[in-house]
């Protein structure tokens, strides 16, 4: 997600003594109200004055899941300043539409796909917004008939610079728009982070520059990673030892799909979803890939919890020097001794024209029982209006950039990966098909898969299987109309 640039303070005050409308949404006067955020803010969003629904209920569902726990609520004002500005940004928004915001978490996507199934079959307005996984059950919701068409709300303005275009282009349908994506969804894409001392011990190139200068590549990270590695003197190859490349498998690997300028699918001129990941681009990835993971450059772990009791080698040993991680697991280092840099991932070659990756947090959406969709349409615009200068300045600026980052060329590379942020429907809306997965988290296989046998010949047993599940998914969404 590019973010809105806050340059200066806020200068707006938020005024109590303006129009507002009633619960029915006709304008009363409501010059005795005072307002219960004391705050500034700028100039308001078109069309959405302040209003009055008499305290009604917004409710939100969640899955307790990757950002949701941290970053997107919180009871009070207490804690540090992202928990300060999540806590502002709630009331002012019930401020403005004299609405109560509140949330729910539950336990997973299905169990969150249940309970929205169970609603719309019932005409229940339980809940109002879900806020669920990148990729699973995210088909099925749509679908099933299941979602509001968020371009039928008047209030939800997917123009404005508060919403992420090319999330909102990739994620439509049919000029449908069933999921959405702005400044009140914190991205969470993944990165590279290197051990400053080990560069300097072997007088390595320095990886800001190669970045800055185009030259971050696969082939160079891989070259890089091949003079450090180092047994310690036993002749066994284990975690004691010091490695050039360190990751954990499965779906971080499926990130270099993104940084290396691809997607699963494209768009046609009939706004269809087409298969896309069979080109020539593809072959070279995996063929990178897989020379990465089979190299004894290179030690894989993983995140379940039968690796986390054991030795792993990340970061914080010190014995690698590159570490493949989620950002948002970066909390988890915030103890570390170790010196470290954060990266983009590299491009596939240097004739690339950016840095891209792929974002792995959540989806928004809205049942398509909501029973006023234009009130839960204008908290929505509200919540990614006022995130731009709330919760988007402080999760970059102090959660990233000053608690998380090592440096100021960090925080430099910070931005260069929120804005190489791509979405692809693909991997939201397929990702989990029996077919297109297996494409999806190819990688995987390659190091867990005793039947991989190449790309080649792994993609002729799944392709015709993935353009299929592409097929039914256009032709479901073509049935809604």
């Avoid at 679908?143 to 992420?164: K, R």
């Avoid at 699963?264 to 706004?271: H, P, R, S």
């Avoid at 009130?375 to 731009?388: F, Q, R, T």
């Avoid at 098909?433 to 390659?446: A, D, G, I």
Wanted: glycine content about 6%; overall charge negative; proline content about 3%.
């Amino acid at each position: 997600m590019k973010k809105r640039i806050v340059a200066t303070a806020l200068t707006v005050l938020l005024m109590a003594s303006i129009t507002s409308c009633s619960n029915d949404g006709t304008l009363e006067d409501t010059s005795d109200v005072g307002s219960t955020a004391d705050t500034e803010v700028s100039v308001l969003p078109a069309g959405i004055e302040k209003c009055n629904y008499g305290g009604k209920e917004i409710k939100f569902l969640a899955i307790d899941w990757g950002l949701y726990k941290n970053y997107f609520f919180a009871e009070d004002n207490k804690g540090d300043t992202m928990n300060q500005e999540i806590y502002k940004r709630r009331l002012l928004v019930e401020d403005h539409l004299g609405v109560s915001l509140t949330h729910e978490y539950v336990v997973s996507q299905p169990e969150m796909t249940t309970l929205l199934q169970s609603a719309v079959m019932s005409g229940d307005d339980d809940f109002q917004v879900l806020l669920g996984h990148c990729i699973r059950n995210i088909s099925t919701q749509l679908t099933s008939d299941l979602l509001l068409d968020l371009n039928t709300v008047d209030a939800i303005n997917f123009d404005e610079e508060w919403w992420n275009g090319s999330a909102i282009e990739a994620l439509s349908t049919k000029n449908k728009q069933y999921y959405a994506i702005g400044d009140f969804m914190i991205p969470d894409p993944n990165a590279i982070l290197f051990n400053k001392q080990l560069i300097d011990e072997h007088e390595l190139e320095d990886p800001y520059a190669l970045v800055r200068g185009g030259e971050w590549t696969i082939d160079k990270m891989m070259e890089m990673a091949s003079h450090v590695t180092l047994d310690n003197g036993d002749s066994v190859w284990d975690t004691n030892d010091t490695y050039g490349f360190s990751t954990p498998d499965n779906w971080f690997l499926s990130s270099f799909i993104y940084s290396s300028g691809m997607t699963l699918t494209e768009v046609n001129d009939e706004g269809e979803f087409e298969f896309a990941f069979g080109s020539e681009k593809a072959y070279t990835l995996m063929e990178k890939l897989e020379s990465i993971l089979t190299s004894p450059d290179t030690i894989i772990h993983s995140y379940t919890k039968e690796m986390l009791d054991k030795d792993v080698v990340d970061i914080s040993t010190g014995r690698c020097l590159f570490y493949v991680t989620s950002l948002n697991r970066l909390n988890l280092l915030r103890d570390s001794t170790v010196e470290y840099g954060i990266l983009p991932y590299p491009k596939l070659d240097a004739e690339q024209d950016g840095y891209y990756n792929n974002d792995w947090s959540g989806l928004m959406c809205v049942p398509v029982t909501v029973k006023d969709p234009e009130m839960v349409g204008k908290a929505i615009e509200l919540l990614n209006y006022y995130s731009a200068e709330t919760t988007v300045p402080a999760y970059y600026d102090l959660v990233l950039g000053e608690k998380l980052s090592r440096d100021e060329d960090s925080k430099e590379m910070l931005e260069i990966i929120f804005d190489g942020v791509v979405f692809d429907a693909g991997m939201n809306y397929l990702g989990f098909e029996s077919n297109m997965n297996m494409l999806f988290y190819t990688p995987e296989f390659m190091v867990n898969g005793k039947s991989y046998g190449g790309f080649s010949s792994w993609l002729a047993k799944y392709e015709t299987g993935a353009r299929n599940e592409i097929t039914a998914f256009n032709e479901a969404v073509a049935a809604l109309d």
